[in-house]
């Protein structure tokens, strides 16, 4: 997960209860990373818990993760990792790589927590070479009208927000990732946990610069 800055207690408590999460979300992690190869950027790598997820064919995982404690978490972990992995401090909306410099990007519920979408999405597409895939897995806004309006009585007054490290709840991401020249290749939704909760729907997909 990305953030803009420090969330130290955030931080903690995600530290803390990630094993518990994997359980739901390491299959989900499983299936956003197969298949990829070369050398590939995760935005927002947290504290480290989708290393071990990678296949062998990764050549070189650059992790990026602002949080501090986070970070260092990730950095301790990448020394276990079964791929080669460089953990560096940035964040989505300026990421510390060269044009055209990956073969891939990965986002983990990621693009809820940045301050500015648009901007990340525009990085993104930036370090991609031409014809490689982002992969995503996000919280999106609800379809349902109500469950919407729920999710923007959360986020504007920051409460969410406040809350969970910067976390938004009902960013259209997807619309995000069109409007920002990506093409959805594969989607799909589904809700991780109570269909009831805020957090849902969640989407995995993969997409490339149209």
Request: glycine share 10%; hydrophobic share 40%; proline share 6%.
């Given at each position: ?7 130290p207690?955030?931080?903690r ?8 999460m ?7 992690r ?7 190869t ?14 071990g997820?990678?296949?062998a ?5 650059v992790a ?21 992995t460089?953990v ?11 044009d055209?410099?990956v073969d ?6 990621v693009l809820?927590?940045v ?9 993104l ?5 031409p ?12 379809a ?9 009585s ?5 409460l969410w927000?406040?809350l ?6 009902g960013?259209?991401?997807v619309?995000?990732?069109e ?6 290749v594969?989607i ?16 995995i997909?993969?997409?490339?610069a149209?």
């Amino acid at each position: 997960m990305t953030r803009t800055g420090r969330h130290p207690i955030f931080a903690r408590v995600f530290d803390r209860t990630s094993p518990a999460m994997e359980r739901e979300v390491g299959p989900l992690r499983d299936e956003l990373l197969a298949g990829l190869t070369g050398r590939v950027v995760e935005v927002g790598a947290g504290n480290g818990t989708s290393f071990g997820h990678y296949p062998a064919t990764v050549e070189e995982l650059v992790a990026v993760e602002p949080e501090p404690y986070l970070r260092q978490r990730a950095i301790e972990r990448a020394q276990s990792a079964p791929v080669r992995t460089r953990v560096v401090d940035g964040v989505a909306e300026a990421l510390p790589l060269e044009d055209g410099s990956v073969d891939a990007v990965v986002e983990c519920i990621v693009l809820c927590s940045v301050r500015d979408a648009g901007r990340a999405l525009a990085e993104l597409r930036r370090v991609l070479k031409p014809g490689c895939e982002l992969r995503f897995l996000e919280h999106v806004r609800s379809a349902g009208a109500r469950k919407a309006r729920l999710q923007r009585s959360l986020d504007r007054p920051r409460l969410w927000p406040r809350l969970a490290g910067g976390c938004h709840c009902g960013r259209d991401t997807v619309a995000g990732l069109e409007t920002a020249g990506f093409r959805i290749v594969e989607i799909h939704s589904f809700d991780l946990g109570p269909a009831w909760l805020h957090t849902n729907p969640h989407v995995i997909g993969r997409a490339r610069a149209a």
